[in-house]
């Protein structure tokens, strides 16, 4: 988990990889740096590349006063944006890293080549020790708010000074954009779950775009996805 941590306007978001954390860094380093006239800056944007790993996890008696918000990510999604980014291999066309656009692992092969034998494996290796394949789970944190990614418009609804400065500062940067792919639909609904991607003989998979996540999700699919992450629906 990851733990943004911001003392002057004393709010604590915990998320998780994959789960919007590119766009909750990103708004964070922002907040933590926030000029009202700043021009758009890919290199200050790297700065959220570099920010510390959460050795600040252990709660403080400070913490009782700061806002605790725990940002979670629909778990249907989250996995069809795993198996699109971490294993095809599909980078987002928005994310610069030292002036460069971010390229992804491509990790899909001639054995595990479709979205369910990949999350077949997945299952079976429990998260293969990936960060990004961590399970959102709550922590010891007395959270005061607990929102899905989607969500994050109202982020800090019950402070509204500060949730009017996050929402012109989403809206400045285009940061709800960052780190997303494209997603297109298909002339026809077809069942992707079992398609190729390695392969790729329909030529579905393109820089930045790929097909929407419910030509993944089929009833089999939903069924484990319901059965082997009950923890990622994540309730107050």
Known sequence: MIHLINHKYKYIILCYPKSG?????????????????????SAFEDKHHLL??????????????????????????RLCSIFYQKICGISSKNIIWK?????????INANINTFNKWLDMLILNRYSGDMHFQPQTKTDFKYDEIIEINNITSIFLKNKELN????????????????????????NFKDLSNYDFYEDNDKLLTIGKVPNYKYLLNEEIIRKINDNYKDDFLEI
């Open 21 to 41: 954390c590119t766009v909750l860094r990103l708004l964070h380093t922002y907040l933590n740096n926030y000029v009202k006239d700043r021009t758009k800056d």
């Open 164 to 187: 009017k400065l996050v929402n012109e500062t989403l809206l400045k940067y285009d940061l709800n954009n960052k780190n997303s792919i494209e997603k297109y639909d298909l002339e």
């Open 52 to 77: 510390p790993p959460p050795s600040d996890g252990i709660y403080k008696k400070e913490y009782d006063s700061y806002y605790k918000v725990l940002v979670y990510r629909n778990p249907y999604e």
């Open 99 to 107: 002036g460069k656009l971010m390229k992804q692992p491509k990790n």
